[in-house]
């Protein structure tokens, strides 16, 4: 295994993840695999080669500084039943 | 011939000769769903009222032009206003936007007439539509097996004539891998060519928005509509957007095809190659100039591919944190209990398993070994195909390596499930436009053959395909669907 | 026995680009509105929203830059930094991790009469998060609600590197950091709105050690007070566990304006992992030097031309000279009444005593303030004519400050025309001494004080409109006469 169980806690812990004990060994598993499988691009010196980063040959795209209105507020949070005087209700921080 | 088994441009015609009416064509193909959809499942949301609705408006105005008064169905991660967009996640099974994606409204200023939104795996995240939280899709030629994915509910939507055509999108081949275990004509574009504005992306580097339809020339008449700069999407390019249309007709004489060994391996069935073979084969008969040419890193795109997609996805998909929108776990007391539950109970195993993999690639320490040196890959896989289109028009290969498969049987293992996209992900990971054709038959399924170009070149890929379908009869084979 | 150290300190600030609308989408970029009333589905984070980058937030960042000495990227992009938080809608916050806009720079600042430099490290653009509105404090709150109105606020956060020695050094690098920005239009930088944010890094070495200390950082200091006070805080309390013989622990805290303590947030083992890539929503940005000189040369002049230039052309000493260029608008005010003005001093000494006492006692700025140069002027004249004095021009001063008046109209309507009528003042004189005769006496003896006791007797008849100069010289002469 690539992989232990603890490393899967933390990336799922990083990824804000709740898993259940069985999903976690699954994790373990195939996450190893896959992880396996990728080792592959090590036979490929790539000292040299520039990552590449954006595909298109294309930069400096811009909108000028205009402003609209923002979107209604009761259009904009339809979406979700959970707010109170106009924001977004969460439960506690800490 | 029913009318539900008309191609876009014929429909076009009708409406515009007069023969008939755009609620007629509506009518057609509701009955067809009504007929077929227990059985193929496309479907996530239908809404015939609507269309039905709509065309009788388009017919009281008149004037068929562009695509008015054609139904249409869309891949359930591409935005509509006033309708659901569920991604075919739990997480957003309610979700309705409040927009409507860059491509959805170039189709409402047509007036084509949406139908519904076909199934998907969950985030596009599949080579099977299994992977959708609420059903699979059956492919209309067996269905007992696969239609493919992620785009898999669109391909199988047209594959059975539920409408005429459907878009998709290609992260890694989801648009070309289940057209071709459909039997229908799916166009990749060019990255850049079509706003991505408004469809949910899985990884934004890669994803594409294309065109799913039964032939070439209705590839082409809807391709006309929805490529074109957006300037809400940075990465749309502005360049100009020729006549795909009347380019169609001007055949293949002189070009030059090259078909790279390697896609003729990589545990590529026998009967595939035989078919593309005997594909390219015609190809030179009318005229085309076909040659064998190397792709070196071909088999390193595919264990890139999925270090930089997860990548990109797991940033992409933290936005869906149960706060402004989609499902909310409620038990938990504080914010951070609520972001993982939220996450873990509304998110599909396959997709966490991609959100984990990508926040492993990404994260501290791992950086360098993973998602760099899989940027660095992408660079080679990139140069190979410069090199090619030094010397060549188009590049030729089959689709898939295998046809549709049984579904459930590769459920278990994921690697030979991402194996079916192994001929397709180069092209995402070079930003190339491809498309895949029906070029064959096996045991009763349906092989595809993909064409490649330079960037922007959609034009002569349409233009290839088309004289191919013009001289075979391919295209014209459909799934016998017992009614 | 106790050792000596030294304080280093970094400061990382983060200013509000004064564009009008937010960087990546139209919304207002405006301070005060009703909660979530800016808000679109792009800067709240829906799916498959995307940014389209504000040109205005690359140009006021390259401003800063040169006005910042900096060497301005040829090419530079934007990356993810991830992390969940119920403010970032994203769970992303566009930002540069790897190409900067700008790095290398430098301000200067005054030690000791000497300019040093303190580096900066560099500055980059960003997006701002929303604003947590915790019902009750942060770890007592049931539930907490979220406002997005600042979501999407371009940002710049410029990053210094830790040349600073002492915690007077930390402000006077922030002042000049302020002046600096302001000058180039770059933000409105009110700290009380958030516009200009300021977090330190404090460490301590022994004098002499090359090797730099553990580190903490104090969040979000507000205020130029906050900051001097956290810092100094913060290097006793070090040093106070030094000396106890403990260490120090990397972690982040945050200064309790009340208690006047620092307070740990979290410790460097929870410190986040915030797997930056680079963003393919947003293509890389090429900035020409063509356009960087372009720029350049629409930069308005800034503090330490100011200041050269008020000593050099008005003959300001240097320390008035910092002072009234630490503001575009002080010292428009200050340009505008000394070129009508032949003794800039005198105009400087007005700013910096009586003007910024109650700018000050009033909480205002000086773009607030309702006295125009030509009025400011128009009271100078009075005072050198001597239509009133010293003394009642503060009193003038205050009636224009507060009202906006003209001095002419509170000249008048208060009646404080001095008197300096030499045959009146005379008359007056002559009925002083022959109502005092003892105090005459006095003086012709020998006691000075004597005159001063006349003198008031005069101005407390005239209710101090008496030219006080004009009084004593007749009233010398008068006793003199006799
Ligand atoms: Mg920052
Ligand atoms: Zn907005």
């Known amino acids: 295994m690539v992989l232990n169980i603890k490393e899967v806690e933390h990336v799922a812990g990083l990824a804000r993840l709740t898993l259940k004990p069985e999903e976690k060994k699954e994790m373990v598993a195939r996450l190893s695999s896959i992880l396996n499988y990728v080792d592959k691009l090590n036979e490929l010196d790539t000292d040299k080669v520039e990552p590449l980063t954006h595909i298109l040959p294309v930069n400096n795209v811009f909108r000028e500084d205009k402003t609209e209105p923002g979107m209604d507020r009761e259009l904009l949070m339809s979406s979700t039943d959970m707010k109170e005087d106009g924001q977004y209700k969460v439960p506690k921080i800490m | ?145 696969v239609p493919g994915g992620s785009s898999g509910g669109s391909a199988a939507a047209v594959s059975a004539r539920e409408v005429p055509f459907c878009l998709g999108t290609d992260t890694g081949g989801s648009i070309r891998q289940p057209a071709a275990y459909c039997g229908v004509v799916g166009l990749k574009p060019t990255y850049g060519r079509v706003s991505r504005r408004g469809v949910v992306p899985y990884a934004s580097s890669l994803d594409q928005v294309g065109v799913l339809a039964q032939n070439v020339r209705d590839c082409a008449l809807v391709f006309s509509i929805i490529a074109g700069h957006d300037p809400g999407d940075t990465t749309c390019v502005n360049v100009p957007v020729p006549d795909f249309v009347s380019a ?204 490649i170009a330079k960037p922007f070149a959609e034009s002569l890929i349409m233009q290839a395909a088309y004289a191919f379908e013009q001289n075979t009869e391919y295209h014209s084979m459909k799934p016998e669907l017992e009614v | 026995m106790g050792h000596e150290y030294e304080t280093v300190i970094g400061l990382e600030v983060h200013v509000e680009l004064h564009t009008k609308s937010k960087i990546f989408c139209a919304c207002p970029n405006e301070f005060g509105a009703e909660p979530n009333t800016h808000v679109c589905p792009i800067c709240a984070g829906f799916p498959g929203m995307l940014p389209v980058l504000n040109k205005e937030a690359v140009e006021l960042s390259i401003k800063a830059g040169l006005a910042l000495n900096c060497h301005i990227a040829e090419v530079c992009k934007f990356d993810r930094k991830n992390y969940f938080y119920p403010d970032l809608p994203k769970a992303y916050q566009i930002s540069q991790f790897a190409m900067p806009i700008c790095q290398q720079g430098y301000l200067e600042i005054d030690v000791d009469g000497a300019p040093k430099r303190i580096g900066i490290h560099r500055a980059h653009m960003e997006e701002d998060a929303g604003k947590l509105i915790h019902q009750g404090a942060i770890t007592e709150t049931l539930y907490t609600l979220v406002d997005l109105n600042r979501s999407g606020v371009p940002l710049l956060e410029i990053v210094s590197e830790p040349d600073m020695r002492s915690a007077e050094e930390a402000r006077d690098y922030l002042e000049k950091l302020r002046a600096v920005l302001l000058f180039a239009g770059v933000s409105d930088c009110k700290m009380e709105e958030g516009s200009l944010r300021c977090d330190a890094n404090v460490s301590i070495r022994p004098l002499g050690e090359k090797k730099l200390g553990t580190r903490t950082e104090i969040k979000n200091l507000n205020s130029f007070r906050s900051l001097e006070r956290a810092i100094e805080y913060e290097v006793n309390r070090q040093k106070e566990r030094l000396e106890d013989g403990g260490t120090i622990i990397q972690e982040t805290l945050t200064w309790d304006e009340e208690k006047q303590v620092t307070r740990s947030l979290r410790s460097k083992e929870e410190a986040h992992d915030y797997r930056y890539f680079p963003d393919p929503d947003l293509v890389p940005i090429h900035i020409s030097r063509d356009w960087v000189e372009a720029l350049r040369r629409n930069l308005p002049e800034m503090p330490d031309q100011a200041r050269e230039r008020l000593m050099k052309e008005q003959g300001l000493p240097a320390y008035d000279a910092a002072i009234i260029s630490l503001s575009p608008d002080y010292l428009a005010f200050f340009d505008a009444c000394a070129a009508r003005y032949s003794n800039a001093k005198v105009v400087s000494n007005w700013m910096m005593v009586e003007l910024n006492r109650l700018l000050n006692l009033h909480n205002m ?118």
């Open chain 2, 248 to 451: 169609l007709d001007e055949g293949v004489k002189g070009i030059k095809i090259a078909y790279p060994r390697e896609y003729f391996a990589l545990g590529v069935d026998e009967e595939i190659k035989a078919a593309v073979m005997k594909s390219l084969k015609k190809l030179e008969e009318l005229g085309a100039i076909v040659e064998e040419v190397s792709l070196p890193h071909s088999e390193y795109a595919l264990p890139a591919y999925y270090l930089l997609a997860p990548a990109e996805a797991s940033a992409n998909l933290a936005r869906f944190d149960g706060v402004r929108y989609g499902y909310r776990d409620l038990e938990a007391d504080n914010v951070i209990d609520m972001f993982a539950q939220t996450r873990g109970t509304a998110f599909g195993a396959e997709v966490k398993r991609r959100i984990m993999l990508g926040t492993y690639a990404l994260s501290s320490g791992y950086y360098d070994a993973y998602y760099l040196k899989a940027l660095k890959v992408r660079r080679l896989i990139s140069s190979d195909f410069d090199k090619v289109f030094a010397s060549y028009d188009l590049i030729v290969t089959p689709t898939t390596p295998t046809p549709p498969f049984i579904i459930g049987a590769h459920v278990e293992d994921p690697i030979t499930l991402y194996m079916n996209d192994i001929l397709t992900v180069p092209v995402n990971m070079a930003g190339l436009p491809a498309m895949s054709i029906p070029c064959g038959l096996t045991r009763g399924l349906p092989l595809g053959m993909q064409i």
């Open chain 3, 365 to 482: 700025n000086i773009s607030e303030c309702k006295i125009n140069s030509n009025d400011f002027i128009l009271m100078l004249n009075y005072i050198d004519n001597g239509t009133i004095s010293g003394k009642m021009a503060k009193n003038v001063f205050e009636e224009m400050f507060a009202t906006g008046s003209s001095p002419d109209k509170i000249i008048q309507e208060k009646g404080m025309v001095q008197i300096s009528d030499e045959k009146a003042l005379l008359q007056l004189v002559r009925k002083v001494l022959e109502e005092n005769p003892e105090v005459v006496r006095d003086y012709k003896n020998g006691k000075e004080k004597a005159l001063g006791f006349l003198v008031g007797q005069i101005m407390k008849v005239t209710k101090g409109q008496a030219n006080p100069g004009l009084v004593n010289k007749i009233l010398k002469e008068t006793l003199t006469e006799e």
């Open chain 2, 1 to 145: 011939m029913n009318l539900w088994d008309f191609p876009v441009y014929l429909l076009q015609h009708k409406l515009q000769s007069g023969e008939i009416s755009s609620v007629e064509i509506v009518r057609a193909f509701r009955e067809r769903i009504s007929q077929v959809e227990g059985k193929v499942k496309a479907f996530i949301t239908l809404d015939e009222e609507g269309a039905l609705r709509e065309a009788a408006r388009v017919d009281q105005e008149g004037g068929y032009t562009g695509l008015a008064g054609i139904p249409y169905g869309l891949k359930d991660l591409i935005c509509t206003r006033g309708m659901k967009t569920t991604c075919a996640s739990r997480m957003l099974e309610d979700f309705i936007p409040v927009y409507d994606a860059f491509v959805v409204a170039k189709l409402r200023e047509t007036r084509a007439l949406l139908m519904g939104k076909t199934n998907l795996d969950e985030f596009a995240m599949g080579s099977s539509t299994e992977q959708s939280a609420f059903f699979p899709t059956r492919n209309p030629w067996a269905l007992d097996r």
